[in-house]
């Protein structure tokens, strides 16, 4: 019986995903989609969390891809830390199966086993609802993406056992890298 195996990103899956990624976002205007140099960018930027770049594996094959990133919430106070979650990505072949959705929960899982407390997404509002994720409006939460309405969305990740307070409302600042997609 062949499982679903979930694990961060290693060396050897750097083709693999890359692979993944050029075909979930496959434009006949482009031979190779930006999302692809996105991560490809963001590997070798002080943005990368190799703890939070998820892989799903089924039967020895990379078959979903999520990536959680470094950014920050710019408030009065200074800049706190936050993740943006992205590319988000699923094999044509695998699509439907549930991969993606394995692969973006064990990202998050990993974030909040990490400590992390805030997460932004650009995206269909539909898919990333399952997870928690929100208007980022509701939270204060403003990027250049803030005029896109319901797809700019934000998730409030569990607190640790410290009790710390909620995240700042403020603009949400993106590395250089995301600003070429």
Known sequence: MTTLRLRPEGPADEAPVARVLAAAFARPDVAT???VGLVEELRH????????????EYGGEVVAYALLTR?????????????????????RHRQR??????????????????GERLAVVLGDPAYYRRFGFGPADRLGLTSPW??????WQALVLPPSASGEP?????????????SRV
């Open 97 to 114: 199966l549930g991969h993606g959705t394995a692969a973006v929960q064990a990202a998050l899982d990993a974030a909040t086993e990490l």
């Open 166 to 178: 909620s995240p700042p409302s403020g603009e949400v600042v993106f590395p250089p890298p995301w």
């Open 45 to 56: 930027s002080p943005a990368w969390i190799p703890e939070l770049a998820m892989v799903a």
């Open 33 to 35: 989609p930006p999302e």
């Open 71 to 91: 950014v920050g919430v710019r408030t009065e106070r200074g800049t706190w830390p936050a993740l943006a979650l992205g590319p988000v990505a699923v094999a």
């Open 146 to 151: 803030s005029g896109l309405g319901e797809p």
